[in-house]
């Protein structure tokens, strides 16, 4: 198994423990944040790591077409997937302070939203000169925010 | 508790309606490996979790799982607009459309209507967590199957991506089982349940 994959490709690779106790599962544990795809290639695929990224019959979506609604779309799953990551990657330090940038991208990239279209959550009604929280459309429906 | 985002994690902008597909998408709402079954699963799984990181992985997860389940039901919901009594007949989609209209309702492509009997909450770290191994599996797979029986684009494209994040989420289960087992009594990984026995 191990000599499939070259010494550029360590990244599809993770650890298992050696030996390992009998009678229990063991998956690989992802050894870095690190590669990852950009945040608009990450929403794309589904993940923002390479190693995960494992197409059925190998077909791929194309990039989505960046408007402010897919720009906030792809940092808020950057952010989405680093803390499932940090979640069991807790001591991550590196992995921490990219979330770190990613949560102030996110703030500055939801209040352009916001300001653009509405809010988004609740309480982003705060300072608004009405209740907006019900104008449409609704996230569900064809016509999507951001986009006209 | 559960705030509400208005906006999806990813687009689903459906141009052309289509009866035929939505009659066997709506597993992935109300099936048994679908988004509501994950959901309930991780969210009730996570009260009799021993550990830290167990509570939050099963949390986030089951809270992604949620957000997908609206993405699904969007899907629902625009291929199932404007149809002609024809279409309707034609696509087979008269026996969900005779009790639930347009409406998204949750349930199996078989008809058969969203139960929990399809989920378990074993109240224990090792079973629960090889349960949701397996969910994230079957999930993947159903998506596999909706991917050999849709040719639209723009649906195909939110599939892959709900696709690709049940084998992240089966990654990060399996690391959570990993930190478990790291915690347990390497010498018998059985001898207590640590969801129940104290110490």
Redesign the interface.
Known sequence: MKNKFSAEERWRLGSLPDPAPLAAAYIPMQESAKPQYDAGKALSRGTLFPGLDLPFMNLVNPELERTPMTELMAIDFVVDELELYLDTHWEDREAFELYQTMLAMQKEAKERMVRLCGPICQTDQLGMDAYRWLNGPWPWELCERGEG | MF????????????ARPNPKLAKVIISQVGGPDGELGASMRYLNQRYSMPYD?LK??LT??GT?ELGHM?MV??II??LT?EMSSEEIIRSGLDTYFVDHTAGVYPTAASGFPWSAASMAVKGDV?ADL?ED?AAEQKARVT??NI?RLSDDPDV??VI??????E?????????????A?DRMN??N??IVNPSFDRG
């Open positions: 705030i509400y985002e208005k906006k999806l994690q990813y687009p689903v902008k459906i990181e939050g992985l986030d997860i992604e609206e039901a969007a919901h625009q607009r090792l090889n191994l998506y596999d991917l195909t494209n892959r991506y709900l696709r690709e994040r084998i992240v989420h089966y990654q990060r289960f399996g690391e959570g089982l990993r930190r087992i390497e010498k990984l059985y």
